[in-house]
């Protein structure tokens, strides 16, 4: 199984360094005015987009390690998280109002379960502070993502890539190190 979890890093270090690489490769694109999911819009989107669903199979890897311990409660939400983070690689931020509601679902359970997965598991390993402050932080996180994404969209918040990156961050970080940690 440990083959697994190599992938699942692998995974996440290739997001990192596609998630780096868009600065440098698409035009126009801001890093802190932009959400990663800009990147995926137009020439070069397939980067984006490939990193986006590989970092959602490294969060499933994940979902299925925290399964194989009995933690029944956080691979769940660690396994909404996966599928989130595949349905915004996958669903477009432009286009009809119903794709972009599917995108912003996939974003919120992004935002939302990962947090709750790790804080659970946290709650049920009593004493696992790895977790719980990438958890804490990342739910810390949420409401400030929900309102500045909607001051974003309006045009009035030009930081919205910096904030979303750092929960983005966060999360890459967990991933890079949790496979290695002994549940």
């Not at 005015?33 to 800009?38: F, G, N, V």
């Not at 959602?56 to 909404?80: D, R």
């Not at 993502?145 to 890459?172: A, H, M, P, S």
Request: aromatic share 18%; proline share 3%.
């Amino acid at each position: 199984m440990e083959w697994l979890y190599f992938v699942a890093f692998l995974c996440a270090v290739y997001f990192f360094v596609i998630s780096v690489l868009i600065h440098f490769v698409k035009r126009g694109y801001k890093f802190e005015r932009d959400a990663l999911s800009d990147a995926a819009l137009g020439k070069k989107s397939f980067l984006m987009t490939s990193a986006f669903i590989i970092a959602g199979v490294s969060e499933l890897i994940m979902a299925y390690k925290f399964w194989l311990s009995g933690y029944n409660i956080p691979s769940f939400f660690i396994l909404l998280t996966g599928l989130g983070v595949i349905l915004v690689g996958i669903v477009r931020l432009r286009g009809p109002p119903m794709q972009i509601m599917l995108h912003d679902f996939g974003a919120i359970l992004v935002f939302l379960a990962f947090p709750i997965g790790l804080i659970s598991y946290s709650i049920i390993t009593r004493g696992n502070y790895f977790h719980l402050v990438i958890g804490t932080l990342n739910l810390l996180l949420f409401p400030v993502i929900c309102w500045t994404q909607k001051i974003y969209r309006d045009g009035k918040f030009k930081k919205f890539g910096l904030i979303e990156k750092l929960d983005v961050f966060l999360i890459n970080i967990w991933i890079v190190v949790a496979p290695w940690m002994k549940f």
